[in-house]
C-alpha cells in the first residue's frame, strides 16, 4: 500500500515532536526537495507567524496555512514536507494530505515536549505557562493525528532513528 502514495511524504504531528529536524534528515535520505510549511507562510506573508497571528489572529493563520499547504501538495516535486502541529485541525487539510502522499505523524510524551519547547518565543500557541498550554492543547489534540498512515512515537529515539523507523515502516528502509 505505502509504495502507491506517491512523491509526497508529509510529517504531522504536535509542535516540538520533530517534524523540522526529521524532514531535513529524510530529504537528504530520499535526495527529495524539503519543504516547511511555516517557513513558506513566512515566506509568502513577509511576516512572523507570532505577527499573523496577532494581526489576523489563529483563524486567519489557519486560512493562510491551509492555502500554502495546498500549493505544497500540488507542486509535482518529489518532496518530504513539514506541516505545522495545527495543520491538521481542519479536514479539509486532512483529507488532501491522505490524498497526496504518505502521511507520517511524529508524537512525544508531553513532558519530553516541554522540555524540547519551553523556551522557544516565537511560538504563539506558548504564550504564558508553556507546559499548561502544552498540556492544555496536547488533550485537545490527542486524536488530531490519528489519521496518519504511519505514527512513530519520538520521546526516546534521536532524529537518525525516527527515519530509520519511517523509512522501514515505509517500505523503504532496505534502501539508500
Known sequence: MERQLGNKLILVGFMGTGKSTVSKLLAGRLE????????????????????????????????????????????????????????????????????????????????????????????????GDAANRVNRLLEQRKHAYDFAHITVDTTSLTADEVVAVIMERWGKGKQQ
Open 32 to 127: 527529495w526537495e524539503r519543504v516547511d510549511v511555516d517557513e513558506q507562510i513566512v515566506s509568502r506573508a513577509g511576516q512572523a507567524i507570532s505577527d499573523i497571528f496577532a494581526e489576523s489572529g489563529e483563524e486567519g493563520f489557519r486560512d493562510i496555512e491551509s492555502d500554502v499547504l495546498a500549493s505544497i501538495l500540488a507542486d509535482e516535486a518529489s518532496s518530504v514536507i513539514a506541516t505545522g502541529g495545527g495543520a491538521v485541525l481542519r479536514e479539509a487539510n486532512r483529507n488532501l494530505m491522505l490524498a497526496s502522499g504518505l502521511v507520517v505523524a511524529l508524537k512525544a510524551d508531553a513532558a519530553q515536549i516541554i522540555d524540547r519547547v519551553q523556551s522557544d518565543d516565537a511560538r504563539p500557541l506558548l504564550q
